[in-house]
């Protein structure tokens, strides 16, 4: 049995796009919840002040050098982690999640895939260190990769200007940028290679390989909790992290172009999220980012990773790692045309001068400034949202 002197951990650690809001949206809801079990899914506590945050992304981050807030290093988490461990007698496992211990570095950002690998091993280096004869157990989400490289690809393109990310303009761009990432074998080789191959839970992200058919529920139930019972249950919203359509997903491109503020990327990324969300609701026509060539190229490439994928870590003999049927119908993308086009544009300026539109944007801009220079602040004030608004 582990002492309290020793925590066990458990790291889900991605991919991104495989219902990681959800997971960590349910996480921080239930914190008290999952005391009563004997987990802690710690919050960062600075000066007395619980921060509020759904993930350890920053943890992910840190691993690499770049210091968010509160300039804590990877050892200033685990060591915030396990006070707060120390402080609950019951207590007997970390639990923490973050896509960007995955992921946390851009392949895009290395001169060659030998680069990468070695940033990664660097990375694991620095995540081990803290975790040295503690037990470890590691799961991770896996899905197709031509759907996750599209919904990386949305996501970068609507959020470009929020983050020091590449400029690229082509779907066939990212995808070659993006193959140490698609590679399944290769990253969980890397974590046998630090944890250790049994630590290993990886679940091929489709809905038929899920407890219950949901991300959360499967979620809980490697963890050991299969009565949710006295959990409380997600919003609608808090399990959304929503794509833009490709014609909205085009407009954003041509925004991209214009270096903006911070806060106004924000307000622009929100404003087209609810147009995109508009626009869906009365069946606007939605394309996919991929070609069906794009697609039966990718899934041919990485078509033996999977196979190994599969019965080494996932116990699937046949080597199918993904039942999932390709889409072979369908219409390919005429393009952005110029009356949609204006539309959007409408609908944009609409939202952008109306009066809750105008109160929104100042409220990024006034969130952004306390995030950068008031963060105990900005910890307060979310905490007390928290509370008034559950």
Request: with cysteine; glycine share 6%.
């Amino acid at each position: 049995m582990t002492t309290k002197e020793s925590p066990s951990y458990i790291l889900h650690i991605g991919f991104g796009k495989t219902g990681t809001t959800s997971i960590q949206a349910f996480l921080a809801k239930n914190r008290d919840a999952l005391n009563t079990h004997g987990i802690l899914y710690p919050d960062i506590i600075f000066k007395g002040q619980k921060a509020g945050v759904e993930n350890h992304n920053i943890l992910g981050r840190a691993l690499s050098g770049k210091l968010s807030w509160f300039n804590m290093t990877a050892k200033d988490h685990f060591d915030c982690y396990e006070k707060q461990f120390h402080a609950n007698p019951e207590l007997k496992t970390i639990l923490l999640s973050a896509e960007a211990l995955a992921g946390g570095i851009q392949s895009w950002d290395f001169e060659n895939e030998d680069d990468y690998w070695h940033a990664m091993h660097d990375r694991m280096q620095v995540l081990t260190e803290p975790l040295k004869d503690k037990p470890v157990k590691i799961i991770i989400y896996l899905r197709r990769q031509d759907l996750w490289a599209e919904s990386v690809i949305n996501q970068h393109i609507k959020n470009e200007g929020l983050s020091n990310y590449k400029k690229i303009r082509e779907a066939h761009e990212y995808i070659d940028l993006l193959h140490p990432r698609l590679c399944y074998d290769k990253i969980l080789d890397l974590w046998a290679r630090y944890f250790g191959k049994d630590n290993i839970t990886a679940i091929p992200f489709e809905e038929d390989k899920l407890f219950k058919g949901d991300v959360v529920a499967d979620f809980m139930h490697y963890i050991g909790i299969d009565d949710l019972s006295g959990f409380l249950p997600l919003k609608t919203k808090d399990r959304q992290n929503r794509r833009l359509l490709r014609d909205v997903f085009e407009f954003k491109r041509t925004l991209n172009t214009k270096q903006k503020s911070k806060a106004e990327e924000e307000f622009i990324t929100d404003v087209l999220q609810s147009i995109s969300d508009d626009m869906r609701s009365i069946g606007h026509i939605d394309y996919p980012l991929l070609t069906h060539e794009q697609r039966q190229n990718i899934l041919t490439k990485y078509a033996q990773n999977n196979r190994i994928v599969a019965r080494e870590y996932c116990g699937i003999e046949d080597g199918d790692l993904f039942s999932d049927t390709v889409n072979t119908g369908g219409q390919d993308y005429p393009g952005l045309s110029e009356d949609i086009e204006q539309d959007i544009h409408r609908q944009y300026l609409k939202k952008r001068r109306s009066i809750s539109g105008i109160r929104k944007r100042y409220g990024y801009i006034l969130r952004r400034y306390l995030r950068q220079n008031m963060q105990w602040l900005y910890a307060i004030l979310k905490t007390i949202k928290r509370k008034v608004r559950p």
